[in-house]
């Protein structure tokens, strides 16, 4: 039995458009691929593979987190157990400067090329910008040249000179879903407003990370509609999260993405972005287990945040570091990004 016409064309054409030429696939076409039946999902995979080794090479990117403020945020994001509005079990909680020293060792140590210093804000304050400024400082006077980059939330034009400053390379701030489903998943600011900080932190000269949670009640059009809006984004890292129905949230009693479904996602996101930096973010312990997790990263992935998602526990980073081990994948060199 031969496959539905279209479903062989949209491969196909991925084929000549994405891995011969490094254009992206349209809204169209990616509604297409997340809309393909699991029989095709290896060759999804496959293809979205080669387009990795194609337009990023084999190298892996690891990164480690540490989070400098916990819980407390005044946002109302719905996925989100760091929130104040919500009764989760996530306090409010500052790292020290020693503490947070001792994690970029630690993620150091692991082999990751970067180290991103979260906190959970609106936007920074000016306590949290010196906070970050003398901890960027301690971890240099350490003799530790990993990379930093920051996701304090919104920020004004003056903050993100200043981060320049203290040389940050790269800024997340994610978009979280498509422009047309962000109001039924945050109120208290808008996509517009994210849009914004993205746009100064590009025009200053930081690297852009930015990405979103998969399985928040999207529709797979709004799915679709998200990969783009990325793409136009032209991010140079996109971390994929899928949603952890942590306890308290509205989102609790969501359900957990299907690995299927997830597996889908990933090759149609990577022959969307074809040149960048696609991150396994959070829930993919949940979404995939070990074996998927193999599947993704031979499946278009190629960055991961090793250890753990904040308020989430992680595996350990080892188990990560063995894995890419025995798909032979190389991790990046922080000499080559420098
Ligand atoms: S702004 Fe960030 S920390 Fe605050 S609720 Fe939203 S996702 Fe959570």
Known sequence: MTAAPEQVDVLNTAREQVLERGVGLSEEQVLQVLRLPDSRIPELLELAHEVRMRWCGPE???????????????????????????????????????GLVKAARQTAATGATEFCIVAAVRGPDKR????VRDGIKAIR?????????????????????????????????????????FPSVVTTHSWEERWETLRMVREAGMEVCCGGIIGMGETLEQ?????????????????????IPNPGTPYENYPVVEGTEA????????????????????????TFGDLGAKQGMLGGINAIIVGNYLTNLGRPAQDDLDMLGELSMPIKELSKTL
């Not at 949290?128 to 906070?131: T, V």
């Not at 203290?166 to 701030?173: A, E």
Request: aromatic residues 6%.
């Open 60 to 98: 892996v990117e690891v990164e480690g987190i540490v989070s400098l403020k916990t819980g407390g945020c005044p946002e109302d994001c719905h996925f989100c157990s760091q929130s104040g509005q919500f009764p989760s079990p996530v306090r409010s909680a500052w790292l020290d400067i020693p």
């Open 128 to 131: 949290l910008m010196s906070q």
């Open 223 to 243: 799915r679709a509609e998200f990969a783009v809006q990325l793409a136009a984004l032209e991010p140079d890292e996109v971390p994929l999260n899928f949603l």
């Open 141 to 181: 006077e350490d003799g530790n040249e990993i990379q930093i980059a920051c996701s304090l939330g919104m920020l004004s034009q003056e903050q993100v000179d200043e981060l320049v400053d203290m040389g940050v390379h790269r800024y997340n701030h994610n978009l979280e879903t498509a422009r047309s489903h």
């Open 263 to 286: 597996l889908r996602t990933v090759g149609a996101f990577r022959l969307a972005l074809p040149r960048t930096i696609l991150r396994f973010a959070g829930g993919r312990e949940l």
